[in-house]
Each structure stands twice: as C-alpha cells, then as structure tokens.
C-alpha cells in the first residue's frame, strides 16, 4: 500500500530533486504540495512548484499556497545559495496549473482529518505551515502519522549561522512547537546530509533520463556547485532534501538514535541550534529519531536509478 505524504516544501534547488524523486517512486501516494518561504520568497517557491510539478509529470497533485513569513522572525531568503529565481541556472516554462483554493495549514489539517493516522509530513523547508496547522488544529498531533524532516545540525556546523541549520534558523519558533507536538519525528541533520554530496560523477550516470529531467538536474545542480565549492569548498553539492525523502523508500538507509532535541529561542549567537541530549542529561523523554549514519553509496545508487526512470 503506498504511503500517503504531504511534501511541504521550499523549492529551492534540493527539493526540486526531492520532489522528482517522490514523483518517480511508487511507493509514494502524494496528497499534496505545501509550499512555504525558505531558500527564496513564497511566491517564487509557489511558482516554482507548479512547474516542477509539470516537469516532473504529476501536475495532477495538488498545490497549495503556504505562509509568506516566518511565526515571529522577519523573513530570509537563501538566493545566493539557490538563484534569485530559486532553481538556479534551470529556467522552467511557467505553468498555468490553478493553485489550491485551500491554503497550506488548512490543507494539512483537512487531509489529516480525512486520513487520521495514515498521513506522513515530509517537510524540507522551514516549519511555519506545520506550525500553524498545529496551532489552528492542536488535537491534529494525535492524527499525523510521522513527520521526517530535513533540518538541524547536532555535531555538525550551521550552514545558516555557525549554529543553525538553514530550515530551523528560517523559523525556529515553528520548528520548536512540531517539536514540541509528540508527533513520530525524524530529523535529517546536516550531519548526515553533507556526507551525501552530488557531483558531476553522479551526474554523468544520469544517463537515460529525459533531456529535460537530465538538463534540469544539470543546470539547477550548476548552479549549486558552484556555491558549494565557493563558499565552502565542496566539490559537488548536499543533496539534503533528497535523503530526506529517499527514507521514505528505504529508512534503513541511515542508522538513527533517539534523543530529546530542543530548539535554542533564547541566545542569541546559538539561536536556532538544535541541541541533542544524547547523555540523558535533562531526563527528558526523547522526542526524535535523529539520523546520525548514512549509507551514501546506497543512497546515491537509489537517487540516480530513479531519476533514470523519467523516459
Ligand atoms: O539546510 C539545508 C536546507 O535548507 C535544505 O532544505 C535546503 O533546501 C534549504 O531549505
Ligand atoms: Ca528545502
């Protein structure tokens, strides 16, 4: 039976392959696009995802329009990282795709209701819309089934601040409350993620993809690479997003530990850390299953063997 999930997301270069990759996987019964601030405006990441949602031949899903600001923090962009148009060098042709008439949180909270204990979150951007259907609808914790979510660092430096991992520091208010809520989470740190760097070797393998699936991935990863090897000597680029949801297809591809993890709010040159207790120090329950290992040959293997399925 496949899996129903809600893909809430920033696109955003990572989640473009994130979204191709739970297009081409079916496993994957997607309920719907929630689409939120991050790596550019909200109105750019919504433009976005109904292109991509043609390219990537599932415009039959839904898309839904999320919120334009974080909860408390004024609003940040990460065009430097992702292109002022957020997919980098790639340009796709506008869509004229109708945006949900039911705005994100809402559109959370109603397929939750419809599915209660069936429905999986991937978010991979900041929390605010997860947040809110939260707030909006709190018994809504008790019917989510899980959430994975690509965010955070535990031993790993912040990619946001020396800190804070870029999705937490976007909304760390947000990020606190899901954390917060007892939903079944699983966090995919920068710890795991920056092992799982793409390069023009992974590329070239993606060799019998469409010539748009394949000049897509080309120019948006372009475009990528040249912001990790400039600004912090990378040779290829984190694929975050799509390990994130690789677990969807396979969770044993990384090893994870349990540990209560909380948000700093309060200080401000650790604002956003997320700090995991792993000696038990605080006695608190764990509230993730933090992905700490990853397999990412594996993983690899798997993201270039399904873009290789767009024909
Ligand atoms: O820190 C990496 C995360 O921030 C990824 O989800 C990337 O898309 C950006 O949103
Ligand atoms: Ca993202």
Redesign the pocket.
């Known amino acids: 039976m496949p899996r129903k999930v809600i893909f809430d997301?920033?696109?955003?270069?990572?989640?473009a392959l994130a979204l191709l990759l739970l297009a081409v996987s079916p496993e994957i019964e997607l309920l719907g696009i929630t689409v939120t601030h991050?790596?550019t405006s909200q109105e750019k990441c919504l433009r976005n995802a109904l292109s991509l949602v043609e390219l990537a031949g599932i415009s039959h899903i839904e898309v839904a329009r999320g919120a334009e600001e974080p909860l408390v923090k004024e609003l940040s962009v990460?065009e430097e990282?992702?292109g002022d148009g957020g997919l980098g060098y790639a340009s796709l042709p506008p869509s004229n795709k109708a945006i949900s008439k039911v705005a994100a949180h809402d559109f959370i909270i109603e397929q939750v209701e419809k599915y209660p204990g069936e429905v999986t979150i991937l978010a991979?951007?900041?929390m605010t819309n997860v947040a809110l259907a939260l707030l909006k609808r709190p018994q809504l914790a008790q019917k989510i089934d899980s959430i994975i979510s690509?965010?955070g660092?535990i031993h790993y430096p912040g990619?946001?601040t020396p800190q804070a991992?870029?999705?937490v520091?976007?909304d760390p208010e947000a990020f606190d409350i899901v954390l917060r809520s007892g939903i079944d989470f699983t966090l995919v740190p920068?710890d795991v993620?920056y092992k799982c760097i793409f390069t023009k070797e992974h590329l070239n393998r993606i060799d019998r993809a469409r010539r748009d699936i394949k000049e897509f991935i080309t120019e948006s990863t372009r475009f990528y690479m040249e912001f990790h090897v400039k600004h912090q000597s990378i040779e290829g680029c984190?694929i975050?997003?799509p390990l994130?949801a690789a677990l969807l297809l396979d969770p044993n591809l990384v090893k994870s530990e349990d540990y209560f993890v909380r948000v700093d709010l309060m200080a401000p040159t650790s604002k956003a850390k997320t700090i995991a207790d792993y000696y038990g120090a605080l006695k608190e329950p764990a509230n993730a299953h933090v992905a700490m290992q990853v397999d990412v040959e594996r993983f690899m293997d798997l993201f270039i063997e399904r873009m290789n399925r767009f024909q």
């Open positions: 997301t920033d696109p955003g270069i990572d989640d991050g790596n990460a990282t992702h991979v951007g900041p690509m965010g660092a990619n946001a991992e870029y999705n520091f976007c920068l993620t984190a975050n997003d994130a």
